[in-house]
């Protein structure tokens, strides 16, 4: 039987998230086809078909039985990822997961070892570093329009966000922001590869994590989970093999900051949010004379200016649809499988952005400093923004 094409698509987990797949596909029309979708929710699952086609599938064995389907989708909750993944690549299926790759590392070079053992690939979200914004910045990197950036500031701060209204949060086609499994996996698990992963692309892989994280507010009016919350802060320092050092931060607890800076010799590039792809990135100088000291110190301000794009966003901002692209990722991993080369976002990348999300989030799990073990081959910047 011949190879099904790299385009054909499945996706199994049609929870809140598989909506911003949904409408992320309408960027990829000529690239991506969905062939169906499965969850163990038959209402979940028919209201996703309804709203983005494709077929419901009976049962994931269902799914992973259709020849037609190239790549599957892991959009299940985070706990559920291990075994989802393992019966993907069991059936030859290349596999495109949502973060994280696995709960821990050790889970994760497992799917890794899977993967290779059953020839089928590995890739995993999230997929910001391939947004303009991401790669806006990694130019502004490399040509080093601040000069060589010594150190970064990465903050992903998202407020209390135990005291929102979360039961109001609905999907599109009606899924619940399913705020009680985020608590549960934590903050730092669900988030830090939106900051790890664009700063390992740029600056190369993680040697070190000296990291510290904690249950800060175990209140969180409902009831918790058997095995208790995860930490809801986390705050680490990364030291990269090139020789940068990042702050990095995750918490549902200190105010709404998602500031990315990264400080270099001359000055310094910033953008406001990592995840959005139409975020602009700014760069101001350094304070280096009295004037310039002064409006910093006493104003807490500079001038800055927007950095120009690589390109435009190809897609508008619509009220309740996703400011990132999450289909990006699958497209990449479809068109490596069609052009013979790697994936930018490969079992390599995806099992070191695991490791060192897991040292960040379980920092008693390893000495201090941590050593990451997990490596990866450099990674391209996107064509049209080399
Ligand atoms: N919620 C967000 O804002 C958000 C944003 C980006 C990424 N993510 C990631 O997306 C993934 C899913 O998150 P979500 O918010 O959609 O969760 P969710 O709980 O809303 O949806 C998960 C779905 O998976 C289904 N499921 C669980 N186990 C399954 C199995 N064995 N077979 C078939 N279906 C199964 C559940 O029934 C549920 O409908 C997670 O990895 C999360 O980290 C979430």
Redesign the pocket.
């Known amino acids: 039987m011949p190879s099904p094409a790299a385009t054909e698509i499945a996706i199994?987990?049609?929870?809140?998230?598989?909506d911003?797949y949904g409408h992320s596909l309408d960027h990829h029309r000529d690239g991506l086809t969905l062939r169906g979708a499965?969850?163990?929710?038959p209402a979940?699952?028919a209201s996703f078909v309804t709203a983005f086609g494709g077929r419901a599938y009976a049962s994931?064995d269902a799914l992973l039985d259709d020849p037609a389907v190239a790549i599957v989708l892991?959009?299940?909750?985070?706990h559920?990822?291990l075994?989802?993944s393992r019966r993907i690549i069991a059936a030859g299926k290349h596999l495109y997961?949502?973060?994280?790759l696995a709960m821990t590392a050790a889970q994760a070079v497992e799917l890794r070892a899977l993967a290779e053992a059953a020839g089928v690939r590995i890739a995993a979200?999230?997929c910001n570093v391939l947004g303009e914004s991401a790669q806006t910045l990694w130019r502004a990197v490399r040509q080093k329009l601040v000069g060589e950036i010594r150190l970064i500031y990465a903050e992903l701060d998202d407020g209390m966000i135990h005291k929102l209204p979360t039961r109001d949060w609905l999907?599109t086609s009606g899924?619940?922001?399913?705020a009680s499994?985020?608590f549960e996996?934590g903050c730092t698990?669900?988030h830090a590869g939106y900051t790890v992963a664009p700063l390992a692309a740029m600056f190369g892989p993680v040697v070190r994590v000296t990291a510290f994280a904690t249950l800060a507010c175990p209140d969180k009016a409902m009831s918790p989970p058997p095995g208790g919350w995860a930490p809801d802060v986390s705050i680490g320092c990364l030291e990269f093999e090139s020789g940068v050092v990042a702050r990095v931060t995750n918490s549902i607890v200190a105010p709404y900051d998602h500031r990315l800076r990264l400080i270099g010799e001359q000055g310094v590039l910033a953008m406001a949010e990592p995840w959005h792809y139409d975020c602009p990135v700014r760069v101001r100088r350094s304070a280096n004379d009295r004037v310039s000291r002064y409006l910093e110190r006493r104003l807490g301000w500079l001038p800055t200016r927007s950095v120009p794009p690589v390109r435009p966003v190809p897609f508008q901002r619509k009220r309740g649809r996703p400011t990132m692209d999450?289909m990006r990722g699958v497209r990449e991993l479809a068109d490596a499988l069609r052009e013979s080369r790697p994936s930018r976002l490969d079992a390599d990348f995806a099992v070191h952005v695991t490791e060192v999300t897991e040292m960040l989030q379980y920092p008693e799990r390893f000495p201090s400093p941590a050593q990451v073990q997990s490596r990866f081959a450099p990674i391209d910047p996107m064509p049209w923004a080399r």
Do not use: C, I, M, Q
């Open positions: 199994v987990g049609t929870g809140y998230v598989a911003y499965f969850d163990l929710d979940r699952l994931l892991n959009l299940t909750d985070p559920a990822h075994e989802v997961t949502e973060k994280p979200a999230p999907s899924k619940p922001w399913p499994g985020e996996v698990f669900e999450f």
